[in-house]
C-alpha cells in the first residue's frame, strides 16, 4: 500500500471530507484556502479562496454542488464545488469552528467559539435552494456547553444535534427546541477535550477522539457507551470504515514530549483497532508531524490522513487489508 503524497498546503491540516461518491476529496488548512483533489490519483482539482484565516472544517452537499466551510477569520462560506465561486458568507462575532450539512441539505450546524465577551455557541442555519435567497438569520441558537464547542453534527432524521468539545461532555440537543435532551455520563466519559466526533454511515452510532488517549464508541439515540479504545497518544482525528468493522485514530504526543521521542522519519502513525475487540490490527506510519484529520472513502477502499507537516497522504488498501483476522 503505497501512500499518494498530496502537496498543495503550506500550513497544518485541520479536516477531510470526502463527497459522497467517494470521487472527490476536501481538505481544509490553516492556510486559509480549501482545497479539493480527485480521491483516486491525488491530483489537485482546484481551491476556494476567499477566507482570511485557518479554515477549521467543512461539509460537502449530497449532489456534490455545494461546499461549506467554517473559518477563524469568523465566516461561514457557502461555495460553488465546481467553479469554486462564492455563493454566501454568513457573519459571527467570533470564529467558525465546526459546520455540518442536515441530511436533506436544507438546514447547517454551525459552531462557534468563546471568543471576547460572547460564549460558544451551536446555530442553526437555513441554506436556501438558490443562493440569491439565502439569509443571515439563525433558525435556533444554543449556549450553554463551557469552552470551545469542537464538533457538532446532526443525529438521526435531523430531529437531534450532537456536540462534544472542550468541557470532554458529549450533549444531545432538540434541534427545533435547543433543549438539552441527553449528556453523556461523567464516569463513562472522557476525561479531556473531545477533538473529534464522526458517525457511522447509518447514523446509528458515532465515535469520539480525545486528548485523554482514547476513542469512544456511543449509541445515537441512547448515548450508552458501546466501546472505548485506548492509545499511547492524544487523539486529535477518528474515523471509521463503513465496510470493515475498523476505526481509525491520528494523534500527536504533548508538546512536552516532542524532544525527546527519536527524530526518525514519519513516526506518526494512523492506528487501526477492531471495532468490536477494541484491539489494535494495525498502524499506517508516514507523517512528519501529529495526524490532526482522517477520511475513509465512502466505499471503504481507501483512506485519508491530514497532518501537522502540511500533507495529504492519500492510501487505498491492498486486496489483503480485506481478510484481516484477529
Given at each position: 500500500?503505497?501512500?499518494?503524497?498530496?502537496?498543495?498546503?503550506?500550513?497544518?491540516?485541520?479536516?477531510?471530507?470526502?463527497?459522497?461518491?467517494?470521487?472527490?476529496?476536501?481538505?481544509?488548512?490553516?492556510?486559509?484556502?480549501?482545497?479539493?483533489?480527485?480521491?483516486?490519483?491525488?491530483?489537485?482539482?482546484?481551491?476556494?479562496?476567499?477566507?482570511?484565516?485557518?479554515?477549521?472544517?467543512?461539509?460537502?452537499?449530497?449532489?456534490?454542488?455545494?461546499?461549506?466551510?467554517?473559518?477563524?477569520?469568523?465566516?461561514?462560506?457557502?461555495?460553488?464545488?465546481?467553479?469554486?465561486?462564492?455563493?454566501?458568507?454568513?457573519?459571527?462575532?467570533?470564529?467558525?469552528?465546526?459546520?455540518?450539512?442536515?441530511?436533506?441539505?436544507?438546514?447547517?450546524?454551525?459552531?462557534?467559539?468563546?471568543?471576547?465577551?460572547?460564549?460558544?455557541?451551536?446555530?442553526?442555519?437555513?441554506?436556501?435552494?438558490?443562493?440569491?435567497?439565502q439569509t443571515e438569520e439563525s433558525e435556533l441558537v444554543?449556549?450553554?456547553?463551557?469552552?470551545?464547542?469542537?464538533?457538532?453534527?446532526?443525529?438521526?432524521?435531523?430531529?437531534?444535534?450532537?456536540?462534544?468539545?472542550?468541557?470532554?461532555?458529549?450533549?444531545?440537543?432538540?434541534?427545533?427546541?435547543?433543549?438539552?435532551?441527553?449528556?453523556?455520563?461523567?464516569?463513562?466519559?472522557?476525561?479531556?477535550?473531545?477533538?473529534?466526533?464522526?458517525?457511522?454511515?447509518?447514523?446509528?452510532?458515532?465515535?469520539?477522539?480525545?486528548?485523554?488517549?482514547?476513542?469512544?464508541?456511543?449509541?445515537?439515540?441512547?448515548?450508552?457507551?458501546?466501546?472505548?479504545?485506548?492509545?499511547?497518544?492524544?487523539?486529535?482525528?477518528?474515523?471509521?470504515?463503513?465496510?470493515?468493522?475498523?476505526?481509525?485514530l491520528g494523534g500527536g504526543q504533548d508538546a512536552s514530549?516532542?524532544?525527546?521521542?527519536?527524530?526518525?522519519?514519519?513516526?506518526?502513525?494512523?492506528?487501526?483497532?477492531?471495532?468490536?475487540?477494541?484491539?489494535?490490527?494495525?498502524?499506517?506510519?508516514?507523517?512528519?508531524?501529529?495526524?490532526?484529520?482522517?477520511?475513509?472513502?465512502?466505499?471503504?477502499?481507501?483512506?485519508?490522513?491530514?497532518?501537522?507537516?502540511?500533507?495529504?497522504?492519500?492510501?487505498?488498501?491492498?486486496?489483503?487489508?480485506?481478510?484481516?483476522?484477529?
Open positions: 500500500m503505497r501512500p499518494i503524497l498530496m502537496k498543495g498546503h503550506e500550513r497544518p491540516l485541520t479536516f477531510l471530507k470526502y463527497n459522497r461518491d467517494g470521487d472527490l476529496l476536501f481538505s481544509c488548512a490553516k492556510d486559509h484556502t480549501p482545497t479539493v483533489w480527485f480521491a483516486d490519483n491525488g491530483e489537485r482539482l482546484g481551491t476556494y479562496r476567499g477566507h482570511n484565516g485557518a479554515v477549521w472544517s467543512c461539509d460537502v452537499s449530497r449532489d456534490s454542488m455545494r461546499l461549506i466551510t467554517g473559518s477563524a477569520d469568523q465566516t461561514v462560506k457557502l461555495w460553488n464545488v465546481q467553479t469554486g465561486a462564492q455563493l454566501y458568507t454568513f457573519n459571527f462575532g467570533s470564529p467558525a469552528r465546526s459546520v455540518d450539512f442536515s441530511v436533506g441539505d436544507k438546514l447547517a450546524v454551525i459552531t462557534t467559539d468563546p471568543f471576547m465577551e460572547l460564549t460558544s455557541a451551536i446555530h442553526v442555519k437555513r441554506i436556501a435552494r438558490d443562493p440569491t435567497e444554543i449556549k450553554g456547553p463551557q469552552g470551545r464547542i469542537n464538533r457538532a453534527v446532526w443525529g438521526p432524521l435531523n430531529r437531534t444535534i450532537i456536540s462534544a468539545g472542550e468541557d470532554a461532555i458529549i450533549r444531545i440537543w432538540d434541534s427545533e427546541t435547543g433543549k438539552l435532551l441527553r449528556e453523556a455520563d461523567k464516569e463513562s466519559g472522557h476525561k479531556k477535550t473531545i477533538t473529534s466526533l464522526t458517525k457511522s454511515a447509518d447514523g446509528s452510532h458515532f465515535l469520539t477522539g480525545s486528548l485523554d488517549k482514547s476513542a469512544k464508541l456511543w449509541d445515537t439515540r441512547t448515548l450508552t457507551l458501546i466501546k472505548t479504545y485506548v492509545t499511547e497518544r492524544p487523539v486529535n482525528a477518528v474515523a471509521m470504515s463503513p465496510l470493515l468493522d475498523h476505526v481509525v514530549a516532542v524532544t525527546t521521542t527519536d527524530h526518525r522519519a514519519g513516526k506518526f502513525e494512523a492506528k487501526f483497532f477492531d471495532k468490536i475487540l477494541q484491539e489494535e490490527i494495525g498502524g499506517v506510519k508516514g507523517h512528519f508531524g501529529p495526524i490532526n484529520a482522517l477520511a475513509f472513502n465512502p466505499d471503504g477502499k481507501s483512506f485519508s490522513s491530514g497532518g501537522e507537516d502540511g500533507y495529504v497522504r492519500l492510501h487505498h488498501f491492498d486486496p489483503d487489508y480485506f481478510n484481516i483476522k484477529i
